[in-house]
């Protein structure tokens, strides 16, 4: 994966991408006169959002995006299809509901997060 920030007509994206099967560099021969580039500096990924693994019951984005709200507080008792955590994809508000009812044990993103489809947001108990 790499992740990579762009710019499209004044608004700024922070995008990752997932490389998938392919030749691998190492694998291909070298080019006989090809002159060898040093590579710009890439910026360290961001950390990712460490999962406490406080609750039994994870709360996992749907889609990819930036964190836009936190719903839900650590100890809040919540119902299913309540939401939890909202996230902002193309331009999108898209929330992200309990599964199920019970009482949030951790939020395990921040506000500004960048996060994959998938992406454990939240635990329940």
Same mark, same amino acid.
């Given at each position: 994966?790499?992740?990579?920030?762009?710019?499209?007509? $004044?608004?700024?994206?922070? &995008?990752? &991408?997932?490389?998938?099967?392919?030749?691998?560099?190492?694998?291909?021969? %070298?080019?006989?006169?090809?002159?060898?580039? %040093?590579?710009?500096?890439?910026?360290?990924?961001?950390?990712?959002?460490?999962s406490?693994?406080?609750?039994?019951?994870? &709360?996992?984005?749907?889609?990819? #995006?930036?964190?836009?709200? *936190?719903?839900?507080?650590? $100890?809040q008792? &919540?119902?299913? #299809?309540? %939401?939890?955590? *909202?996230?902002? %994809?193309?331009?999108?508000?898209?929330?992200?509901?309990?599964?199920?009812?019970?009482?949030?044990?951790? *939020?395990?993103?921040?506000? $500004?997060?960048?996060?994959?489809?998938?992406?454990v947001?939240?635990?329940?108990?």
């Amino acid at each position: 994966m790499k992740s990579y920030t762009i710019t499209v007509n $004044g608004n700024v994206y922070d &995008v990752t &991408v997932e490389e998938k099967g392919g030749v691998t560099p190492a694998a291909a021969p %070298a080019p006989q006169a090809a002159p060898v580039m %040093a590579q710009a500096p890439q910026a360290a990924p961001a950390p990712a959002a460490k999962s406490t693994g406080a609750g039994s019951v994870q &709360v996992k984005a749907g889609a990819a #995006g930036k964190v836009f709200k *936190i719903e839900a507080g650590v $100890g809040q008792t &919540v119902k299913r #299809g309540d %939401a939890v955590v *909202i996230i902002e %994809a193309m331009k999108m508000e898209i929330p992200v509901v309990a599964p199920e009812d019970g009482t949030v044990a951790s *939020i395990d993103v921040a506000v $500004g997060d960048a996060v994959e489809a998938g992406h454990v947001l939240a635990t329940m108990n």
